[in-house]
């Protein structure tokens, strides 16, 4: 794969980064989303339903519906409360998409039948097991995806092929999305103002853990964003806070000696990532160049880091995974694979050339921060078109996988 240019500029005012190939004008444009089968998502569970219990896992296959909505009609098809229904994490609504969501029904009650005879346009019951608890957000493991790309000019394909099967082997920089953003990219400017005392916060605790969510994203981003700038997203600095990929635990990056050589080199082998802040009371703060970065970001923002504390409620703090794996990358690129999964465009030369692109994402992952990094994506589902870069402004708020820890607005 030919090298590709490092960033010049760090984050901007909404968390912008820059794409790892140039700026978005070098990189070829590609559609996504010219129909909901253009974005296939399924999600991969933490763990089986126990088939006992008071909670029934419902297993669904959503088209145009958003995860809340389509929540909320299984669970009136099961005279159950939808405010106590569970599950793992957002699904897209211009998608095709399978997932997993729990409720509350007694054990009296059989809900296949309920199910079977409900009218749930745009959901496909796909199986119904009872488990003794309800499911949680952040119970997954990832979610794999298939996703066709359109309109990519035929010169460019080669190129992005070996770009793509080059983030098989060493990921992309783990940048949140706009869809973090909120709908109109200005939720951290107002979870900001909120922090402040300027403006009074929202009274919904949802909505709270929404705005928040979105400012510890956005510092995360410009973390990012300034790791990357000097090549040390990938690796891992004295007293950096690791992550491990096979255990997910939290480690010290010896600021010396023998062991800070091995943690080196478990980062080059992609076993251990270094980790970046979603702020909050109790977060971890890791040591050395790394923890002053971090208090840098922060104090800028906000002056003193403990204006924090008093919004434990929304959000205690966390961390968050530099580097995004991305495994099984497959790309199939000829105008049979694309025209099958979306056959309406197949006679349409402006978006029946281009590629079909597999892969699966750990939880938190977003399919077009990966995406980004070899396109100029344009949302054709989307009333604003360009989605050039993770968190780019001007861009579009798909509803796409918001799956760090679950929900929007949960801790990572």
Same mark, same amino acid.
Not at 375 to 387: E, G, K, M, W, Y
């Given at each position: 794969?030919?090298?590709?240019?490092? !960033?010049?500029?760090?984050?901007?005012?909404? =968390? @912008?980064?820059?794409?790892?190939? &140039?700026?978005?004008?070098?990189?070829?444009?590609?559609?996504?989303?010219?129909?909901?089968? @253009?974005?296939?998502?399924?999600? /991969?569970?933490?763990?089986?339903?126990?088939?006992?219990?008071?909670?029934?896992?419902?297993?669904?296959?959503?088209?145009?519906?958003?995860?809340?909505?389509?929540?909320?009609?299984?669970?009136?098809?099961?005279?159950? @409360?939808?405010? &106590?229904?569970?599950?793992?994490?957002?699904?897209?609504?211009?998608?095709?998409?399978?997932?997993?969501?729990?409720?509350?029904?007694?054990?009296?009650?059989?809900?296949?039948?309920?199910?079977?005879?409900?009218?749930?346009?745009?959901?496909?019951?796909?199986?119904?097991?009872?488990?003794?608890?309800?499911?949680?957000?952040?119970?997954?493991?990832?979610?794999?995806?298939?996703?066709?790309?359109?309109?990519?000019?035929?010169?460019?394909?080669?190129?992005?092929?070996?770009?793509?099967?080059?983030? =098989?082997?060493?990921?992309?920089?783990?940048?949140?999305?706009?869809?973090?953003?909120?709908?109109?990219?200005?939720?951290?400017?107002?979870?900001?103002?909120?922090?402040?005392?300027?403006?009074?916060?929202?009274?919904?605790?949802?909505?709270?853990?929404?705005?928040?969510?979105? /400012?510890?994203?956005?510092?995360?981003?410009?973390?990012?964003?300034?790791?990357?700038?000097?090549?040390?997203?990938?690796?891992? /600095?004295?007293?950096?806070?690791?992550?491990?990929?096979?255990? =997910?635990?939290?480690?010290?990056? !010896?600021?010396?000696?023998?062991?800070?050589?091995?943690?080196?080199?478990?980062?080059?082998?992609?076993?251990?990532?270094?980790?970046? !802040?979603?702020? &909050?009371?109790?977060?971890?703060?890791?040591?050395?160049?790394?923890?002053? /970065?971090?208090?840098?970001?922060?104090?800028?923002?906000?002056?003193?880091?403990?204006?924090?504390?008093?919004?434990?409620?929304? &959000?205690?703090?966390?961390?968050?995974?530099?580097?995004?794996?991305?495994?099984?990358?497959?790309?199939?690129?000829?105008?049979?694979?694309?025209?099958?999964?979306?056959?309406?465009?197949?006679?349409?030369?402006?978006?029946?050339?281009?590629?079909?692109?597999?892969?699966?994402?750990?939880?938190?992952?977003?399919?077009?921060?990966?995406?980004?990094?070899?396109?100029?994506?344009?949302?054709?589902?989307?009333?604003?078109?360009?989605?050039?870069?993770?968190?780019?402004? =001007?861009?579009?708020?798909?509803?796409?996988?918001?799956?760090?820890?679950?929900?929007?607005?949960?801790?990572?």
């Amino acid at each position: 794969m030919t090298a590709t240019a490092p !960033p010049a500029t760090a984050a901007g005012p909404r =968390g @912008d980064l820059p794409a790892s190939a &140039g700026s978005p004008g070098d990189l070829p444009t590609a559609v996504l989303r010219s129909s909901p089968a @253009d974005f296939v998502v399924e999600e /991969l569970p933490a763990y089986a339903p126990s088939g006992r219990g008071e909670h029934v896992f419902v297993t669904f296959r959503k088209t145009g519906r958003t995860t809340p909505d389509a929540v909320r009609a299984i669970a009136l098809a099961l005279g159950a @409360d939808p405010g &106590g229904a569970g599950f793992a994490g957002m699904k897209d609504r211009h998608a095709i998409t399978t997932q997993t969501a729990s409720f509350q029904v007694p054990l009296a009650r059989d809900p296949a039948p309920l199910l079977e005879k409900a009218e749930l346009p745009g959901i496909e019951i796909l199986a119904v097991t009872r488990h003794d608890n309800k499911l949680k957000p952040g119970h997954l493991v990832g979610n794999r995806f298939r996703i066709a790309l359109r309109g990519i000019a035929p010169e460019a394909l080669p190129l992005a092929e070996r770009r793509l099967a080059e983030i =098989g082997r060493v990921g992309v920089p783990n940048a949140f999305g706009p869809q973090r953003f909120g709908r109109n990219g200005d939720n951290p400017e107002r979870a900001l103002a909120w922090i402040a005392g300027r403006e009074r916060g929202p009274r919904d605790r949802r909505e709270q853990r929404l705005l928040f969510s979105a /400012l510890q994203s956005l510092w995360f981003n410009e973390v990012l964003a300034r790791r990357e700038a000097d090549g040390t997203w990938s690796a891992v /600095l004295p007293g950096d806070l690791a992550k491990k990929r096979d255990s =997910g635990g939290l480690f010290l990056v !010896p600021l010396e000696g023998p062991e800070l050589a091995d943690a080196e080199a478990r980062a080059a082998a992609l076993a251990i990532s270094a980790t970046g !802040p979603m702020f &909050g009371r109790k977060m971890r703060w890791p040591e050395g160049a790394p923890g002053a /970065l971090e208090r840098e970001v922060l104090t800028a923002a906000i002056g003193d880091p403990h204006k924090l504390d008093a919004f434990a409620h929304a &959000g205690e703090g966390t961390r968050r995974p530099l580097r995004l794996e991305v495994d099984g990358m497959e790309v199939a690129a000829s105008d049979a694979d694309v025209s099958a999964t979306t056959p309406e465009a197949a006679g349409d030369p402006e978006t029946r050339h281009g590629i079909v692109v597999s892969f699966v994402l750990p939880k938190g992952g977003y399919a077009t921060t990966v995406l980004g990094r070899v396109f100029r994506l344009v949302d054709a589902s989307a009333p604003r078109p360009s989605i050039s870069r993770p968190g780019a402004a =001007g861009a579009p708020p798909p509803e796409e996988d918001e799956v760090e820890e679950g929900q929007p607005g949960a801790d990572p």
